[in-house]
């Protein structure tokens, strides 16, 4: 079983960063494909960013890209998630996400869940 632990979340105004990271609880975890995805209330959970194994490809959604970055430490067994020029529709749970076979770009594509992390960004 893999645990998947975020941390990093606050609050902070528009305009500002936040750096999310996952540690992962196996080292196993080096050799799958790791992502974000994020839920704000009332909406399903969406895709963020997703990195491959060994941090050579990276995906990002329509929504972040040019202002989030993803990226991971396989000597740590972590992915951070470095997120820049936040806007109030940032304002979700970021869940920490990984898979042993595929890019988790989709929720059915997803095998491991972290807890979630909650991200505030004020207007």
Do not use: H
């Not at 609050?11 to 999310?20: E, K, Y």
């Not at 990276?58 to 020029?85: C, E, H, P, W």
């Amino acid at each position: 079983q893999v645990q998947l632990v975020e941390s990093g979340g606050g609050l902070v105004q528009a305009g500002g960063s936040l750096r999310l990271s996952c540690a992962a609880s196996r080292r196993t975890v080096s050799t799958y494909a790791m992502g974000w995805f994020r839920q704000a209330p009332g909406k399903e959970r969406e895709f963020v960013a997703a990195v491959s194994w060994n941090g050579a490809s990276t995906s990002y959604a329509d929504s972040v890209r040019g202002r989030f970055t993803i990226s991971r430490d396989n000597a740590k067994n972590t992915v951070t998630l470095q997120m820049n020029s936040l806007k109030p529709e940032d304002t979700a749970v970021y869940y920490c996400a990984a898979d042993p076979k595929v890019m988790p770009t989709t929720r059915r594509s997803v095998g491991y869940w972290g807890q979630g992390t909650q991200v505030t960004v004020s207007s």
